[in-house]
Each structure stands twice: as structure tokens, then as C-alpha cells.
């Protein structure tokens, strides 16, 4: 195991909905990352938090935004949610001395949306 | 032209073979590169590490010709263990080093 939990594992929702998802980074980790992997693709980043603050973001629209808290957890929401929102959501925590540092996963978030 | 791309196979092979998988990247300024595992309905998982100068790690073998921007891992003797999904991976360093993923190269061993 990773030391990286995400919760819920699984979540239906419904188009037009909002949704959080949740993620505990590993232990000593103060920056996290999130991916979306959408069916038979990789993994395609969305967005990067250290230190509370968003430090990079991938080619997502606005209604995807985060959060980090003071104890390096993290938080994705995704409004006005739509059917292609469907994904398994990946957070990864490293230590940030080194970019080189290894980022390690969590299980995911699966999300369908109906 | 997507940043990473990959043959998404799926590859299926005997076990003991012999397979290898190959990978591109378009972006130059791309500085680390990795071959990452991922089981149905898991994780990604890191499985090695790819330098220029080529690496081996029991079975697995990786090499990375930055000149071509071309990255492989060769798999040798394959178990059944070895069915997975395996990404090749590029990352750029920086305020926010972020990892890039191909589509995946599914391989399935079989008896």
C-alpha cells in the first residue's frame, strides 16, 4: 500500500450535479496531484496543490477546482458535472524537495455520471 | 499528435516469451522517464525508472534514445503475473512537474 487513501471508492451521480472527492496524501507529502483516466486511456493530469495553492493545471475547464488543507489533504470538485466526467480519479502525493521525487498513488475515485 | 503515444495492443504471448513494447514522445523538453504497471481496476504503479544508458531490473529491461524520443521495455520470460496494463511515462520538472501518460499497452500471458 501506498499510504495514499481516497474516498468514496465509488460514485453515481447525475448530469448537472456537483461532486467532492477526497484524498489523504501519504505521510511527510506536501504536494498532491490529480488525474482523471477516463476508459482504455491514461491517465491525464489535472492539477497540482503545495502549500494550500494550485501550482499547475492541465487542460481541464474551471468547474474542476481544488482544494489543499493545512494537513496536506486534498480535495477535487467538479460542477455541473457531465456524462463524459465518467472516470476513475487518481490523486498521487510526493514530497515536493525534489520534482525528481517519486509520486505515489492512491486507488482512485470511481465516478459514473448518469 | 498526442505528447505520448504507445501501441495499446493487447499483446498476447506465451508464457516465457519474449515481448517488448515501444513508445514515443513529442516533447523534447521532457527530463525523466518511467514505465509504470497498472492492474485492472487499480492504481498505476511504478515498475522502473528509463535512462539514457539503459536499465535492467531482474526481467525487465528499459532504454531510452532521447535523440529519437523513443522509449522500450523489453520483457523477458514472461509470467502469468505479468498481465497488466504498462504506461510509458514522461514528466517535465519545474514549478509544477507533472507526469504524462500514454493510452497504455495492454499484455496478457497465457498458459
Known amino acids: 500500500e501506498t499510504g495514499v487513501t481516497q474516498s468514496p471508492t465509488h460514485l453515481i451521480k447525475t448530469r448537472g450535479q456537483q461532486v467532492t472527492l477526497r484524498c489523504s496524501s501519504q505521510?511527510?507529502?506536501?504536494?498532491v496531484s490529480w488525474y482523471q483516466q477516463a476508459l482504455g486511456q491514461g491517465p491525464q493530469f489535472i492539477f497540482q496543490?503545495?502549500?494550500?495553492?494550485?501550482?499547475g493545471r492541465g487542460n481541464f475547464p474551471p468547474r474542476f477546482s481544488g482544494l489543499q488543507f493545512p494537513n496536506y489533504s486534498s480535495e477535487l470538485n467538479v460542477n455541473a458535472l457531465e456524462l463524459n466526467d465518467s472516470a476513475l480519479y487518481l490523486c498521487?502525493?510526493?514530497?515536493?524537495?525534489?520534482?525528481?521525487?517519486?509520486?505515489?498513488f492512491g486507488p482512485g475515485t470511481r465516478l459514473t455520471v448518469l | 499528435r498526442k505528447e505520448v503515444e504507445q501501441d495499446p495492443g493487447p499483446f498476447n504471448v506465451p508464457e516465457g516469451a519474449t515481448v517488448a513494447f515501444n513508445c514515443t514522445y513529442s516533447?523534447?523538453?521532457?527530463?525523466?522517464f518511467f514505465w509504470y504497471r497498472q492492474d485492472c481496476r487499480k492504481e498505476p504503479k511504478l515498475l522502473m525508472s528509463?535512462?539514457?544508458s539503459g536499465n535492467e531490473d531482474g526481467r525487465f529491461t528499459a532504454q531510452l534514445n532521447r535523440a529519437s524520443q523513443y522509449i522500450s521495455l523489453l520483457i523477458r520470460d514472461s509470467k502469468l503475473s505479468d498481465s497488466a496494463t504498462y504506461l510509458c511515462?514522461?514528466?517535465?520538472?519545474?514549478?509544477?512537474?507533472?507526469?504524462?501518460f500514454g493510452t497504455g499497452t495492454r499484455l496478457q500471458v497465457t498458459l
Open positions: 498521487a502525493s510526493r514530497t515536493s524537495t525534489s520534482s525528481y521525487n517519486e509520486q505515489f
Open positions: 505521510s511527510g507529502h506536501n504536494t
Open positions: 496543490y503545495y502549500r494550500e495553492e494550485e501550482n
Open positions: 516533447n523534447s523538453a521532457s527530463q525523466s
Open positions: 528509463v535512462y539514457s
Open positions: 511515462v514522461v514528466k517535465t520538472h519545474g514549478t509544477a512537474s507533472k507526469l504524462t
